[in-house]
Nanobody, 131 residues
Framework: QLQLAESGGGLVQPGGSLRLSCVVSGVTLDYYTIGWFRQAPGKEREGVSCVSPSGTVTNYADSVKDRFTVSKVNAENTAFLQMNSLKPDDTAVYYC????????????????????????WGQGTQVTVSS
């Protein structure tokens, strides 16, 4: 059974950095797209980034482009979200999700990550950006 577990969240000052990890168990990550989502209080869950099964194709929401970097190490069954230059608006619970069929198109394509396309989710990790 596929399970995901996020870690690495915390409290950070504006301009700071955090690295989120998503450990996947029960399946081989080689065959799965990983999506990162976030949900702030009172707001809908929004897609942040995706990485293809091979790890070679990535894409980002405009709000995090050039600040966040997604990656995955299939041999370790782990995906990462490196978050730099954090802003108070980045405060949210961050989730990773996995899909064997979702196609993560590259940066030449408009980014659109839909939560309903992912059936397997982690429990989330809180990221708070505040001085």
């Amino acid at each position: 059974q596929l399970q995901l577990a996020e870690s690495g969240g915390g409290l950070v000052q504006p301009g700071g950095s955090l690295r989120l990890s998503c450990v996947v168990s029960g399946v081989t990550l080689d065959y799965y797209t990983i999506g990162w989502f976030r949900q702030a209080p009172g707001k809908e869950r929004e897609g942040v980034s995706c990485v293809s099964p091979s790890g070679t194709v990535t894409n980002y929401a405009d709000s995090v482009k050039d600040r966040f970097t997604v990656s995955k190490v299939n041999a370790e069954n782990t995906a990462f979200l490196q978050m730099n230059s954090l802003k108070p608006d980045d405060t949210a619970v961050y989730y990773c999700a996995a899909s064997p069929s979702y196609y993560c198109a590259g940066p030449l394509y408009k980014f659109k990550l839909v939560a309903d396309d992912f059936r397997s989710w982690g429990q989330g990790t809180q990221v708070t950006v505040s001085s």
